[in-house]
C-alpha cells in the first residue's frame, strides 16, 4: 500500500525546536521530490518546503527561511523537517506530500499536528 | 511569488446542479515547459487534501467524470456537472509553476 506517515509532532515553546518524520512505504521514495505544507487550525493550506529526489536542491516558503530546514534519508525511505526557532504562527497540521512527475501533490499523508504555544 | 485568488469562498448547492470555483493567479502559470501546473485539490471534512485536477484540466485516477477543469494562462475553473453529496469539503486551487508554491483561500462547498 502507497503510504505517508508523519511523526514527531506535539507541544512546544516559543523559540523551542521540534523535527518531523515521515516514513514512506509503497513506492520508490527515491524517485519523487517531496514535500511539507501545513494548515493551521480552521485555516487554509500553505506549502512549506520542497527537497529534490536527491536532496541536492531545496526551497522555502520566505515566513520560514533560516529556521526550518528539510532533507530526506533515501535508505531509510524517510523525510524530515526539523523546525527552530518556533513561532506560534508556525501552529499548524504539517503534512508530508509527494510531487508527482508532473508537478502536483498527488498524495498525502494524514498530518501531525504542531502547537507553538507558552 | 504568485498570489493565488479563488471565488467564490463558499457556495451552496442543490444535489444534481452545476457547481463552478474560479481561481485567477497573479502571474501566468504558463511554465517555460509548454505546460501550466494548476492543480486542485478537495478536502473533505476531517481528512487531508486529495488531488482532484493536474495541470488544468487532466482528472486525477479515480476521480469521477462530473469533476473538470479548464483555463490558461492566469484564469481558471474547476466546474462540478452535477454536484452529490460526498463534493461536500473546501476546494483549493494550488499552482506549482514557481517557487513558493501557492495555494488560494479554498471554496467551502455545502449542499442545501
Known amino acids: 500500500e502507497v503510504q505517508l506517515v508523519e511523526s514527531g509532532g506535539g507541544l512546544v515553546q516559543p523559540g523551542g525546536s521540534l523535527r518531523l518524520s515521515c516514513a514512506a512505504s509503497g513506492f520508490a521514495f527515491n524517485g519523487h521530490w517531496m514535500n511539507w505544507v501545513r494548515q493551521a487550525p480552521g485555516k487554509g493550506l500553505e506549502w512549506v518546503a520542497i527537497?529534490?529526489?536527491?536532496?541536492?536542491?531545496?526551497y522555502y516558503v520566505d515566513s520560514v527561511k533560516g529556521r526550518f530546514t528539510i532533507s530526506r534519508d533515501n535508505a531509510q525511505k524517510s523525510l524530515h523537517l526539523q523546525m527552530n526557532s518556533l513561532r506560534a504562527e508556525d501552529t499548524a497540521v504539517y503534512y508530508c506530500?509527494?510531487?508527482?512527475?508532473?508537478?502536483?501533490?498527488?498524495?498525502w499523508g494524514q498530518g501531525t499536528m504542531v502547537t507553538v504555544s507558552p | 511569488e504568485s498570489v493565488m485568488t479563488q471565488t467564490p469562498l463558499s457556495l451552496s448547492v442543490t444535489p444534481g446542479q452545476p457547481a463552478s470555483i474560479s481561481c485567477k493567479s497573479s502571474q501566468s502559470l504558463l511554465h517555460s515547459s509548454g505546460n501550466t501546473y494548476l492543480h486542485w485539490y478537495l478536502q473533505k471534512p476531517g481528512q487531508s487534501p486529495h488531488l482532484l485536477i493536474y495541470?488544468?484540466?487532466n482528472r486525477f485516477s479515480g476521480v469521477p467524470d462530473r469533476f473538470s477543469g479548464s483555463g490558461s494562462g492566469t484564469d481558471f475553473t474547476l466546474k462540478i456537472s452535477r454536484v452529490e453529496v460526498e463534493d461536500v469539503g473546501v476546494y483549493y486551487c494550488m499552482q506549482t509553476t514557481q517557487a513558493p508554491y501557492t495555494f488560494g483561500q479554498g471554496t467551502k462547498l455545502e449542499i442545501k
Open positions: 495541470e488544468v484540466s
Open positions: 506530500v509527494r510531487s508527482a512527475v508532473v508537478w502536483s501533490l498527488d498524495m
Open positions: 527537497i529534490k529526489e536527491d536532496g541536492s536542491e531545496k
